[in-house]
């Protein structure tokens, strides 16, 4: 039993000695000329425009979030499809349960419109924003 954890601390330890000195390395040998556009933050060739921290729509996490669930999916489903025949009618039945869940869950997502994009009541609208409702846009 303790020649398994031995085993596991020599990795661990070969990893922090086989990181530590490679990063030494990199700092012995590598050039260090810092200048202002090699620290500026590169923008696809675009000029950076205002600070970093901006605050971005939540929307936006919510729907990465949204398509990682559903696309995880696609890790259980793949395997299961290879050994469709092996497995017979229970494990349809179990993937037909597993997808009326995940159905179940899109249609709460939609149902709660995490999956618009732009959404035009603006509780506190500023700006250009100010003037959108839910059924007309008015034009700036």
Same mark, same amino acid.
């Not at 497995?87 to 037909?96: H, I, K, N, S, T």
């Not at 869940?101 to 700006?127: F, N």
């Given at each position: 039993? @303790?020649?398994? *954890?031995?085993?596991? +601390?020599?990795?661990?330890?070969?990893?922090?000695?086989?990181?530590?000195?490679?990063?030494?390395? =990199? $700092?012995?040998? #590598?050039?260090?000329?810092?200048? /202002?556009?090699? =620290?500026?933050?590169?923008?696809?060739?675009?000029?950076?425009?205002?600070?970093?921290?901006? =605050? *971005?729509?939540? $929307?936006? @996490?919510?729907? #990465?979030?949204? +398509?990682?669930?559903?696309? &995880?999916?696609?890790?259980?489903?793949?395997?299961? #499809?290879?050994? *469709? !025949?092996?497995?017979?009618?229970? #494990? +349809?039945?179990?993937?037909?349960? +597993?997808? &009326?869940?995940?159905?179940?869950?899109?249609?709460?997502?939609?149902? !709660?419109?995490?999956?618009?994009?732009?959404?035009? !009541? &603006?509780? @506190?609208? $500023?700006?250009? @924003? $100010? /003037?959108?409702?839910?059924?007309?846009?008015?034009?700036?």
């Amino acid at each position: 039993m @303790y020649r398994d *954890f031995g085993t596991i +601390f020599l990795f661990l330890l070969l990893g922090i000695i086989l990181i530590t000195v490679i990063l030494l390395l =990199q $700092r012995l040998i #590598a050039p260090s000329n810092p200048s /202002k556009d090699k =620290q500026s933050t590169y923008e696809c060739g675009e000029v950076a425009e205002g600070s970093a921290w901006v =605050q *971005f729509n939540i $929307r936006f @996490y919510v729907i #990465a979030l949204i +398509f990682l669930i559903f696309d &995880v999916e696609m890790v259980f489903m793949y395997p299961w #499809a290879v050994v *469709f !025949k092996e497995l017979g009618l229970f #494990a +349809f039945v179990e993937m037909a349960i +597993f997808l &009326v869940i995940l159905l179940i869950g899109l249609a709460y997502v939609w149902r !709660k419109s995490d999956l618009d994009w732009v959404k035009l !009541k &603006v509780k @506190y609208g $500023r700006g250009r @924003y $100010r /003037k959108l409702t839910g059924e007309t846009r008015e034009a700036d």
